[in-house]
């Protein structure tokens, strides 16, 4: 039977020291066909472990499930992996931070007022129980002394730049090893002395994350573990991207020589990304430091593996390092081939306000979006008024379009830090107002606030306190189909420019399927499905101007394309592109 434990100086696999050589690849936000190119990529880099969170509120949308299909099913994952040859880390939280639309907490749960997150609070531990028992049920058979891949589970993340709650860390860690996880526990801190003491328990194994300063970050984390291996858990080696903001790159020739650095120290390893995949949907996160700052969909994260699964130059200097230190398989992964350039004239369009898909529900004050049971996408406000005036809320989270009787009057934009809009004096009819919920913030005191129009509401002073309020639904296509299938499929019949908020739909043929790179260029903001796939949100500010769609979501023939534009498109016409473009990298 197989052992992996910690030794005075290293990892033990059988007894014998082993390095971990870990990359960071997350199941949730690579389509699932795609999953085994992924992992056997990283074993061609010279890689001998995949780690991965898991995320929270996709398991458990509701309270009491916790879902495992398609692109959840971390027991298909962990076993790709274990084919492959390769090891596994978990880090189920039950935070996660990973730039994850609320750090991978279920809406759910932050919307109880009652509960503390991320403490020793009754509420909360009741919750969280439920849930590692569920991922526990995974991963405890998977566990390496049972054959598996599993080697290294992680106990909450980065807890030591929030709290110092040492019962709550207690709590996780007796939970753990009483649900049969026998592995070495770990957690991982920045190296900072506050950080490393607050965020674990002396008998847990702590890790730093960091991308340089080598030797000054292993100094300072082998003072707070004195004994057993160092490892950086999160190598640092790219960057997330947030709208409006650059793309982020690093010099592949100064990663590499921290690389090298980090494992001339004897140190183990884990590339924080590896592969960073896409935010699908509406999963992407949020940071607020002062200033509200969205997460784009792209996730590449200037990663060795690119978005699309493209090796970088990043990944051969990755490889020739680690080459000094272990063996490296011969095989090598292709180059990237372009996609297919063709394009897209979209043939139907409908207003949102034509299609049967705003949830509404009758309120005496404002609610919150969690108070309709909807935290994500896309939420509507209605209210009568008799006159103008200043329209004020006490926050948007996170914009806000204004329309009076159908006509956009003015946007509040929550980046911006708006909440106030001036109507004019003769203003009277139906206020509607379309809130965007562009991603729950992921880190800090802002974990989990609530999203949606933040009362008061009121217009020149007075409360607005009647409203109809609720979801727009887009998990459900079928209602956009069948408003959009009884326009006429005409390029005549779609007026331009076309004014949003607006469905537009229309087809493509492929020889086969294949990744593509969609570009929409003259159009503004909005959402893209591909055959039903949510690929998640575009926008004209950057830094992504393309879309990553994964083959295994097109097929050889007939392809559907329905894209909801919130503000305005200059043209009918999509393109799918060559290659990626993700943005400036400089200002």
Same mark, same amino acid.
């Given at each position: 039977?197989?052992?992996?434990?910690?030794?005075?100086?290293?990892?033990?696999?059988?007894?014998?020291?082993?390095?971990?050589?870990?990359?960071?690849?997350?199941?949730?936000?690579?389509?699932?066909?795609?999953?085994?190119?992924?992992?056997?990529?990283?074993?061609?880099?010279?890689?001998?472990?995949?780690?991965?969170?898991?995320?929270?509120?996709?398991?458990?949308?509701?309270?009491?499930?916790?879902?495992?299909?398609?692109?959840?099913?971390?027991?298909?994952?962990?076993?790709?992996?274990?084919?492959?040859?390769?090891?596994?880390?978990?880090?189920?939280?039950?935070?996660?931070?990973? &730039?994850? +639309?609320?750090? %991978?907490?279920?809406?759910?749960? *932050?919307?109880?007022?009652?509960?503390? =997150? @991320?403490? #020793?609070?009754?509420?909360?531990?009741?919750?969280?129980?439920?849930?590692?028992?569920?991922?526990?049920?995974?991963?405890?058979?998977?566990?390496?002394?049972?054959?598996?891949?599993?080697?290294?589970?992680?106990?909450?993340?980065?807890?030591?730049?929030?709290?110092?709650?040492?019962?709550?860390?207690?709590?996780?860690?007796?939970?753990?090893?009483?649900?049969?996880?026998?592995?070495?526990?770990?957690?991982?801190?920045?190296?900072?002395?506050?950080?490393?003491?607050?965020?674990?328990?002396? &008998?847990? +194994?702590?890790? %730093?994350?960091?991308?340089?300063? *080598?030797?000054?970050?292993?100094?300072? =984390? @082998?003072? #707070?573990?004195?004994?057993?291996?160092?490892?950086?858990?999160?190598?640092?080696?790219?960057?997330?991207?947030?709208?409006?903001?650059?793309?982020?790159?690093?010099?592949?020739?100064?990663?590499?020589?921290?690389?090298?650095?980090?494992?001339?120290?004897?140190?183990?390893?884990?590339?924080?990304?590896?592969?960073?995949?896409?935010?699908?949907?509406?999963?992407?996160?949020?940071?607020?430091?002062?200033?509200?700052?969205?997460?784009?969909?792209?996730?590449?994260?200037?990663?060795?593996?690119? &978005?699309?699964?493209?090796?970088?130059?990043?990944?051969?200097?990755?490889?020739?390092?680690?080459?000094?230190?272990?063996?490296?398989?011969?095989?090598?992964?292709?180059?990237?081939?372009?996609?297919?350039?063709?394009?897209?004239?979209?043939?139907?369009?409908?207003?949102?306000?034509?299609?049967?898909?705003?949830?509404?529900?009758?309120?005496?004050?404002?609610?919150?979006?969690?108070?309709?049971?909807?935290?994500?996408?896309?939420?509507?406000?209605?209210?009568?008024?008799?006159?103008?005036?200043?329209?004020?809320?006490?926050?948007?989270?996170?914009?806000?379009?204004?329309?009076?009787?159908?006509?956009?009057?003015?946007?509040?934009?929550?980046?911006?830090?708006?909440?106030?809009?001036?109507?004019?004096?003769?203003?009277?009819?139906?206020?509607?107002?379309?809130?965007?919920?562009?991603?729950?913030?992921?880190?800090?005191?802002?974990?989990?606030?609530?999203?949606?129009?933040?009362?008061?509401?009121?217009?020149?002073?007075?409360?607005?306190?009647?409203?109809?309020?609720?979801?727009?639904?887009?998990?459900?296509?079928?209602?956009?189909?069948?408003?959009?299938?009884?326009?006429?499929?005409?390029?005549?019949?779609?007026?331009?420019?076309?004014?949003?908020?607006?469905?537009?739909?229309?087809?493509?043929?492929?020889?086969?399927?294949?990744?593509?790179?969609?570009?929409?260029?003259?159009?503004?903001?909005?959402?893209?499905?591909?055959?039903?796939?949510?690929?998640?949100?575009?926008?004209?500010?950057?830094?992504?101007?393309?879309?990553?769609?994964?083959?295994?979501?097109?097929?050889?023939?007939?392809?559907?394309?329905?894209?909801?534009?919130?503000?305005?498109?200059?043209?009918?016409?999509?393109?799918?592109?060559?290659?990626?473009?993700?943005?400036?990298?400089?200002?």
């Amino acid at each position: 039977m197989p052992t992996f434990s910690i030794g005075d100086t290293d990892f033990l696999l059988d007894g014998a020291r082993h390095r971990v050589l870990a990359g960071a690849l997350h199941y949730f936000r690579v389509h699932p066909d795609q999953w085994s190119d992924r992992i056997r990529k990283a074993r061609l880099m010279g890689l001998n472990t995949i780690e991965t969170y898991v995320p929270w509120n996709e398991h458990s949308p509701t309270r009491g499930e916790f879902q495992t299909s398609g692109r959840l099913d971390l027991a298909r994952f962990l076993d790709l992996v274990h084919a492959e040859g390769m090891h596994a880390i978990v880090r189920p939280g039950p935070y996660i931070c990973a &730039e994850w +639309h609320d750090g %991978g907490l279920p809406s759910w749960l *932050v919307a109880d007022e009652g509960v503390v =997150l @991320r403490s #020793h609070d009754a509420g909360y531990l009741e919750a969280v129980n439920e849930y590692l028992e569920a991922v526990y049920e995974i991963v405890r058979p998977r566990q390496v002394q049972h054959d598996g891949p599993v080697i290294l589970v992680q106990i909450e993340n980065e807890y030591g730049a929030y709290g110092a709650d040492k019962d709550y860390l207690r709590h996780l860690t007796r939970l753990t090893r009483e649900r049969g996880i026998d592995v070495p526990l770990t957690t991982v801190d920045q190296p900072l002395e506050q950080m490393l003491e607050r965020g674990s328990l002396d &008998e847990l +194994h702590r890790t %730093g994350s960091f991308g340089s300063r *080598v030797g000054e970050r292993l100094s300072t =984390l @082998r003072r #707070h573990q004195p004994t057993g291996p160092l490892m950086c858990s999160e190598f640092w080696c790219g960057w997330f991207d947030s709208w409006g903001e650059i793309h982020h790159t690093t010099s592949a020739e100064e990663s590499a020589r921290e690389l090298d650095e980090l494992l001339a120290a004897g140190a183990s390893v884990n590339v924080y990304m590896f592969h960073g995949g896409t935010n699908f949907g509406f999963t992407a996160g949020a940071n607020d430091k002062g200033t509200y700052r969205p997460i784009a969909t792209s996730y590449d994260y200037d990663a060795p593996l690119a &978005e699309d699964g493209t090796p970088t130059e990043k990944f051969w200097r990755f490889r020739e390092v680690i080459a000094k230190y272990a063996p490296v398989p011969d095989e090598v992964p292709a180059a990237r081939a372009d996609a297919p350039a063709l394009e897209v004239r979209l043939d139907r369009s409908a207003s949102l306000w034509s299609v049967p898909i705003v949830a509404a529900h009758a309120f005496e004050h404002l609610p919150t979006a969690a108070e309709f049971g909807s935290t994500r996408g896309f939420t509507c406000y209605s209210t009568r008024i008799e006159h103008g005036g200043l329209l004020s809320f006490g926050h948007v989270r996170d914009r806000a379009l204004v329309y009076l009787d159908g006509a956009l009057v003015g946007t509040l934009d929550r980046e911006l830090h708006e909440r106030m809009l001036p109507l004019p004096e003769d203003a009277r009819g139906e206020l509607t107002v379309l809130v965007e919920n562009l991603g729950g913030v992921n880190y800090g005191t802002r974990l989990g606030e609530a999203k949606g129009l933040i009362a008061p509401a009121t217009l020149d002073g007075a409360p607005l306190t009647k409203w109809s309020a609720g979801s727009v639904v887009l998990d459900d296509l079928a209602p956009i189909r069948a408003v959009l299938a009884a326009g006429r499929p005409d390029i005549s019949s779609v007026p331009m420019p076309l004014s949003g908020p607006v469905f537009a739909s229309g087809t493509f043929t492929l020889d086969r399927a294949t990744d593509l790179q969609l570009a929409l260029p003259g159009w503004s903001k909005g959402v893209v499905w591909v055959n039903g796939t949510n690929l998640g949100r575009y926008w004209n500010r950057g830094p992504q101007l393309t879309l990553f769609v994964p083959a295994p979501v097109v097929r050889a023939g007939e392809n559907e394309l329905i894209v909801f534009e919130t503000l305005g498109a200059a043209s009918a016409t999509v393109r799918f592109v060559e290659r990626p473009e993700l943005g400036q990298t400089e200002a």
